[in-house]
Every structure is written in structure tokens, then in C-alpha cells.
């Protein structure tokens, strides 16, 4: 491990096989779990023949869940043996397509390319399987590189990281950093607004750039009191990069930006148990990219804000991509609350939510949420499918709640909700609320919204509930 001064402690770091299996088709690598991890006691993983260590996580439903990682090329067989009886299995997204076949107990399948998986034996979510299959690593990076943070494979206790301009954070598969508080740590904050203590954020930045975090390895908060520590924050940074990596068990936000421009977060996946786990919080930041992660969590698992007003930064330039959500209980996709500043120009396309248990309020699939004086326009969730939904789809509000700082509210405008596809639970309530007449929400196109089977045209058939403080809504 190189420049990691005082701040890890390796407990333990054992060899990592690393296992390859090819042959003309496909190439296979598999990452040695460390020894004193206990397997899943409810499944186990074959690809082309080769055993995959299962993990377990604990989940805000049912669980504990298990999960699995390793990295492929070409065309892989998967086999999936649950170690109790098996009647039928469930492979999500169903969007992927991914066709099965039950053999004596074991569930068996084709992966040709990348894909974050989540599989549900005899109906039920409450022990699911999550599967990380992920392409093959490129120029992973030197460990005697002096602009390296290297992990490898076993367990390292860790306090906090400030990786400065060009340099890479590598976690390698078979690593699990497991975060803990320094004995005599001090507190950033002695009270939060739960009355917790907040420490300081295990991996920040400020001012710099050219930062990467990267690689197959692990990131395990579950030791840490709930609030202690924020996962990341990348504070007025420039060149960001996240990806590959897996964050278990955060006790408050996880990956979060501020004032930052062109930052990448691909290929992470989080399970997250904890209130206030937002997954990735994109804020005062332009630029950004969010795309092939999975999510988890227990709190907005993708959403955009302002917290901070003018002069810092409006959010702008935003994609969302390819993406699978499971919402335990807050909002999906969206901008939600906290929007001192202007927010334009965010698109959401190409995810899957495989559940949705958010029970209403102002929690829902979709949303757009203005509780400041910033305004928002040309937002767009565009090809979104919803397989399991319990009460809200879309929910595009501005009010007052406990989260706004303003004394003024803004404006919701120009929004388009295209190709959103609900094919699974309950039927679900959508909403528009605008604030008074002069702050509104206007100019909102809704093409091609299909609930169940059923093509929505109207405010009616697709149980809007709305005020009088909105105007020019439009079913296509």
C-alpha cells in the first residue's frame, strides 16, 4: 500500500487468487473473498464452472441479502443454486431479457455483457441474490505508484482519505475497507439535527482535480454509529472519477458532490440499510455523469439539488443512464428539495426500477421537488420502466418543508416524461402541486405514459391528483 500514512491500519491482507478461466470465447476473473468473511447461507455461484464468493448485507427489508461479484468477457454461464427449495425464479431487471432454466434446484443462464442482476427465488424479495457482473478492469494501476492509493485483497481498517490532484484511490476485488472512528477521534459536530455525532467524511476533496476512485473492492460503513461518517465528498473538484466499487451499509449520504464540474460515477453499487443513505447526490455541481450503477439504499438514491445559493454553482448539464434502482423508501430519480440555485438541463434515461416501497408523502419513483427559490427547467425522464410500485410514480411539488432555507419559493418548467413504462404492483397515484400563481408548475409534457397495460391520455386516467397552480400539462 502506498501514501496512506497513518491514516489505515491492515488487519489482515491475505493473497487474493485472483481466478481466470477462458477460452475462445470468453474470459472470466473472480476475486478471493478474505478469510474471515463468512458465505451467504442461501445461495451459491458458478460462472463457466468457477465458484464466486457470495457475500451477505443486512437490508431494510427482509434480508439479510446476499451478493456476488466478478468480471467477464464474452459469453458466460451462470449457475445459481439456491440452498433452499426453488420453485421459480425471478431475474430483474426484466427489461435485460435474460432467459433461465430450473435445473435439479439450480437456476442456470447466459450473460454476454455487463450487468447488475438481482434474483428472487419462489416469488419473494426478502433474501434476494444481488449479482455484480462486471466487464473486465483496463489499466488497473501500478501499486508502487507514488500517485496510487493502494488497497489489495484482504480487510483494512481505515479512518479517512484526502486524495489530492492526480491521484487514484484503487480498492482491488477481494479488498473490504471497513471504516471505523480513531479512538479520541473528535467530532466535526457534536449534535446533528437527530442529535448525533458527525465525524468527518471518510474520502474528501476540496479544490482539486483529476481524482479517481476505482476498482472491485469493498467499502463496509457497518461499523459505524448512524450519521458518523459521510462516504465521499468532492467539494469545488474538477475531473472526477468513480467506479466499479461496492459501498455497503453507509450510515448517511453516500457518494456526494458540490461545486464540482465533469464527474463520472459508473459501475457502483450500493446496499444500504440506514435513514439518510442517499446514494448519489449531485449538488451545486455541472457536467456529471451517472451511469450502470445499481442502488439500494434507504433514502433519495439518485437525486439532484442546489443546497447552496448564488454565487455557487446551478446545477446543470446532468445525465442519468442505465441504471437499476431498488427504492426501500424515498425517492427514485429526481430533483428532491434543498434548491437555493437553479437546476437545468437534467436528463434521466434508460433505468430500471425493480421496487418501489415509498409509501407517498412526497416520496414517489419520480420526482421533482422545490422547497427553495431556485427554478427548474428542461428536465426529462425519458424510457424509464417501473416493475414493482407501491404509491407514487411521479410527484413534481414546490412548497415549504423542513429542509428549505429560503424565504421564497421557485418554478417548475418545461418537463417531459416520455416512454415511462409501469408494469408491476399496485396502481399508482402521480401529482402536480404548484405553490400560488406565481410560482407554478408549467409546460409539462407527459408522451406515451403506459400504467399496467393501460396507455394514460389524461390527468384522469392516470390518478393525478393536482391544485390549480399549473398550466399547460400535455398527454402524449
Avoid at 476475486?31 to 451467504?40: G, Q, T, Y
Avoid at 469545488?236 to 457518494?255: N, Y
Avoid at 447552496?308 to 448539464?317: F, I, M, Q, R, Y
Wanted: aromatic share 8%; proline share 4%; glycine share 8%.
Amino acid at each position: 500500500m502506498k501514501n496512506i500514512g497513518t491514516w489505515i491500519m491492515p488487519v489482515f491482507a491475505l493473497a487474493g487468487a485472483v481466478c481466470n478461466a477462458e477460452n475462445a470465447e470468453s474470459k472470466i476473473v473472480t476475486h478471493e473473498a478474505p478469510a474471515a468473511e463468512k458465505a451467504s447461507p442461501d445461495y451459491s455461484v458458478e460462472v463457466n464452472g468457477k465458484s464466486v464468493f457470495v457475500y451477505t448485507v443486512p437490508t431494510l427489508r427482509g434480508g439479510p441479502a446476499s451478493f456476488a461479484y466478478f468480471d467477464f468477457q464474452g459469453t458466460v454461464k451462470i449457475k445459481v443454486l439456491s440452498l433452499n427449495k426453488t420453485d421459480s425464479v425471478k431475474i430483474l431487471p426484466a427489461s435485460f431479457g435474460i432467459k433461465h432454466e430450473l435445473k435439479d434446484g439450480s437456476c442456470e443462464f447466459f450473460l454476454s455483457k455487463p450487468a447488475n442482476l438481482t434474483i428472487e427465488i419462489n416469488g419473494s424479495y426478502e433474501r434476494a441474490l444481488h449479482l455484480f457482473a462486471n466487464p473486465i478492469e483496463k489499466d488497473a494501476p501500478n501499486p508502487d505508484d507514488p500517485d496510487v492509493i493502494y488497497f489489495g485483497p484482504g480487510i483494512h481498517e481505515i479512518t479517512t482519505l484526502s486524495p489530492k490532484s492526480n491521484q487514484t484511490v484503487y480498492i482491488s476485488g477481494g479488498a473490504i475497507l471497513r471504516l471505523k472512528i480513531l479512538e479520541g477521534e473528535k467530532p466535526v459536530q457534536g449534535k446533528n439535527w437527530k442529535g448525533n455525532k458527525v465525524y468527518k467524511t471518510f474520502m474528501e476533496t476540496r479544490g482539486v482535480q483529476n481524482v479517481k476512485v476505482r476498482g472491485r473492492g469493498i467499502i463496509d460503513m457497518g461499523f459505524l454509529p448512524w450519521h458518523a461518517r459521510t462516504a465521499m465528498w468532492f467539494e469545488k473538484s474538477k475531473d472526477v472519477l468513480v467506479e466499479g466499487i461496492i459501498i455497503l451499509d453507509a450510515p448517511a449520504w453516500v457518494v456526494a458532490m458540490h461545486n464540482s464540474t465533469n464527474v463520472t460515477v459508473r459501475n457502483i453499487k450500493q446496499i444500504c440499510q440506514r435513514e439518510n443513505s442517499d446514494g448519489i447526490d449531485i449538488c451545486n455541481s455541472q457536467d456529471v455523469l451517472v451511469e450502470d450503477c445499481f442502488l439500494r439504499n434507504n433514502d433519495d438514491e439518485i437525486c439532484v439539488k442546489t443546497t447552496t445559493a448564488s454565487p455557487d454553482l446551478e446545477s446543470k448539464n446532468i445525465i442519468v443512464r442505465n441504471c437499476v434502482i431498488w427504492n426501500e423508501r424515498a425517492r427514485g430519480l429526481g430533483i428532491t428539495s434543498e434548491t437555493r440555485a437553479n437546476i437545468v438541463d437534467v436528463t434521466f434515461q434508460d433505468c430500471d426500477i425493480i421496487h418501489d416501497f415509498s409509501n407517498g408523502y412526497d416520496c414517489s419513483s419520480l420526482a421533482i421537488l422545490v422547497s427553495d427559490s431556485g427554478s427548474m427547467s428542461n428536465i426529462r425522464f425519458e424510457n424509464i420502466r417501473i416493475e414493482d410500485i407501491k404509491n407514487t410514480l411521479i410527484n413534481c411539488w414546490i412548497g415549504a418543508d423542513m429542509w428549505g432555507k429560503d424565504n421564497k419559493r421557485g418554478n417548475i418548467k418545461g418537463v417531459v416524461f416520455k416512454d415511462i413504462i409501469v408494469t408491476g404492483g399496485k396502481f399508482p397515484v402521480s401529482k402536480i402541486t404548484g405553490f400560488d400563481e406565481n410560482h407554478l408548475v408549467e409546460d409539462m409534457t407527459i408522451d406515451n405514459l403506459n400504467i399496467q397495460g393501460k396507455k394514460i391520455n389524461d390527468l384522469e386516467s392516470g390518478k393525478f391528483k393536482i391544485n390549480q397552480f399549473m398550466k399547460d400539462i400535455q398527454f402524449k
